[in-house]
């Protein structure tokens, strides 16, 4: 279609009457809310993560005793008859404790200095 | 679309999210011009093209570069302004067109400047994509492929479109709402 000279009314129709702005701030408005959005999403994937362990590691925890639930049993019992067998269980079990809390330790370190890192707005 | 900007676009997706804001004062004023137009409540305009502009940054990936981002910006706001007053089931005219009407006649009209307050209130009374396809073509003059992109039609039915709405809109101010 063929732009007219001759719609003037139309094109004054067109016109806003009054010129209107988005407010000096829509910017910084906007840019807040993208990152908590963002920051949300990462929330909702990491208990997504969490679930899917826990579910998992129940699921396979399940078969285990399923299916070797018996011997599992029997050796454990085995291992508490004998009073030398502590002097392996004991240090292996405080092992597990100090890499979980060092685990959990260093992972809050690295979310700590990662957010402060991101933190530019 | 220039090619800062697609460097811009690359390094948001490598997580520089910050970079966004280039974007935003570029073409906020742009799409909110399109929304406005559709909403007529400035608070409302404003929370739509915030939302278009979080739905874009969200989906930047899928950007493919065919048309320029201020378009594909512009056709986000528009689709995010018509959902929106889906939503709020506004109503709007639908005129039969009149087959004996001459374009003459429209012509004539659309160049008398007394008329320019009854153009006004008939240009509120028509469907969304009709406002937003007048204002493209006469008072922004976007090229046609570009308003075609924004309102996903063809770009061979925009002519007849702009045709029928010209006369809707006569037809509009010759007989009032009650039309």
């Given amino acids: 279609m063929e732009k007219t000279t001759k719609d003037r009314a139309l094109m004054q129709a067109l016109a806003p009457k009054e010129p209107r702005q988005l407010p000096s701030n829509f910017p910084y408005l906007t840019m807040r809310r993208i990152k908590e959005e963002q920051r949300m999403e990462e929330k909702r994937q990491q208990i997504f993560a969490m679930i899917s362990i826990i579910v998992v590691s129940l699921v396979g925890i399940s078969a285990l005793l399923f299916f070797i639930g018996d011997v599992l049993w029997h050796s454990i019992v085995s291992i508490f008859k004998q009073p030398d067998a502590f002097a392996l269980v004991l240090p292996t079990l405080f092992c597990l404790v100090f890499f979980a809390l060092a685990n959990h330790w260093l992972s809050r370190q690295y979310q700590t200095s990662s957010h402060g890192e991101g933190q530019t707005l | ?179």
């Fill in chain 2, 1 to 179: 679309m220039q090619a800062d900007e697609k460097e811009l676009i690359a390094r948001i997706l490598d997580g520089h999210a910050e970079d966004f804001g280039y974007f935003l004062e570029r073409y906020g004023q742009e799409a909110f011009a399109i929304v406005v137009r559709l909403v007529p409540q400035q608070e409302d305009a404003e929370e739509l093209v915030q939302d278009a502009f979080v739905r874009a940054c969200n989906r930047l990936e899928t950007f493919e570069g065919r048309s320029s981002f201020s378009t594909w910006i512009c056709r986000i706001a528009y689709t995010t302004a018509v959902s929106w007053l889906r939503k709020r089931r506004m109503k709007y005219l639908s005129i039969d067109d009149q087959p004996q009407l001459t374009d003459a006649e429209v012509d004539e009209a659309f160049d008398d400047e007394s008329r320019i307050e009854e153009l006004r209130c008939a240009i509120t009374l028509l469907k969304p994509d009709e406002q937003t396809l007048i204002t493209l073509y006469y008072y922004d003059n976007r090229p046609l492929n570009d308003i075609a992109y924004i309102l996903d039609v063809e770009p061979n039915v925009l002519a007849t479109r702009l045709h029928r709405i010209r006369r809707k809109l006569y037809l509009l101010i010759k007989h009032g709402k009650n039309y």
